[in-house]
């Protein structure tokens, strides 16, 4: 591991912790095992680091969501792509949920401005989806819902996972994971089975 990739996941560990603003560089520093000197010659402020961390995050998914919206997708294929795709991509960055929403509730217009940097494809999805009605694919629904619908199914799970975990599967981990695995194809399901034309 290089001495960047040391401070980045010592910043993460911090941030999920302590927030941008509880968060101190000295902290990451100890964190990383290395001296704040180091830490500063890699990243100038605790700013620069929390945004390289968010943009590292969100550049691992755009693209491929960019590739699946494709002038031959369809909104079913969309759905079953993207809900393994992103329950993966949590998976594999479970500080992801609590640190945005951490900072959403400090200080959303920055976490509103690095989103918006990152050019999600919200308007090919919309596209996407006024197309499916029109086709008479699925019922009428708002693209914003559809949209918060498949995020709030996705990252729920992760952000209430001490609370589902303890009361839900009394405490024990394994079965949370295993249900967990199983949570994709529910999704799918549900997203689907609500969008069947009337």
Same mark, same amino acid.
């Given at each position: 591991?290089?001495?960047?990739?040391?401070?980045?996941?010592?910043?993460?560990?911090?941030?999920?912790?302590?927030?941008?603003?509880?968060?101190?560089?000295?902290?990451?520093?100890?964190?990383?095992? /290395?001296?704040?000197?180091?830490?500063?010659?890699?990243?100038?402020?605790?700013?620069?680091?929390?945004?390289?961390?968010?943009?590292?995050?969100?550049?691992?998914? /755009?693209?491929?969501?960019?590739?699946?919206?494709?002038?031959?997708?369809?909104?079913?294929?969309?759905?079953?792509?993207?809900?393994?795709?992103?329950?993966?991509?949590?998976?594999?960055?479970?500080? $992801?949920?609590?640190?945005?929403?951490?900072?959403?509730?400090?200080?959303?217009?920055?976490?509103?401005?690095?989103?918006?940097?990152?050019?999600?494809?919200?308007?090919?999805?919309?596209?996407?989806?006024?197309?499916?009605?029109?086709?008479?694919?699925?019922?009428?629904?708002?693209?914003?819902?559809?949209?918060?619908?498949? $995020?709030?199914?996705?990252?729920?799970?992760?952000?209430?996972?001490?609370?589902?975990?303890? /009361?839900?599967?009394?405490?024990?981990?394994?079965?949370?994971?295993?249900?967990?695995?199983?949570?994709?194809?529910?999704? /799918?399901?549900?997203?689907?089975?609500?969008?069947?034309?009337?």
């Amino acid at each position: 591991m290089t001495t960047e990739e040391q401070i980045v996941n010592a910043a993460r560990k911090v941030f999920v912790r302590k927030g941008l603003q509880g968060a101190k560089m000295q902290e990451i520093a100890d964190e990383a095992g /290395i001296n704040k000197a180091l830490l500063h010659y890699y990243f100038r402020s605790k700013d620069k680091l929390f945004d390289h961390i968010f943009t590292e995050a969100f550049q691992q998914i /755009i693209p491929s969501l960019r590739q699946s919206l494709n002038e031959k997708a369809d909104i079913v294929i969309f759905i079953q792509f993207f809900v393994p795709f992103y329950l993966n991509f949590i998976q594999k960055n479970p500080y $992801l949920p609590q640190f945005i929403m951490h900072e959403l509730s400090q200080n959303p217009e920055r976490i509103a401005g690095l989103a918006h940097a990152q050019n999600f494809p919200f308007d090919s999805l919309k596209v996407l989806i006024d197309k499916a009605i029109k086709e008479q694919q699925i019922r009428f629904v708002e693209p914003e819902n559809l949209i918060i619908n498949m $995020l709030a199914l996705t990252i729920f799970p992760f952000v209430a996972r001490p609370m589902i975990e303890q /009361i839900i599967f009394k405490g024990k981990q394994e079965a949370y994971e295993n249900f967990m695995q199983k949570r994709a194809d529910d999704i /799918i399901q549900t997203i689907l089975t609500s969008l069947r034309p009337i």
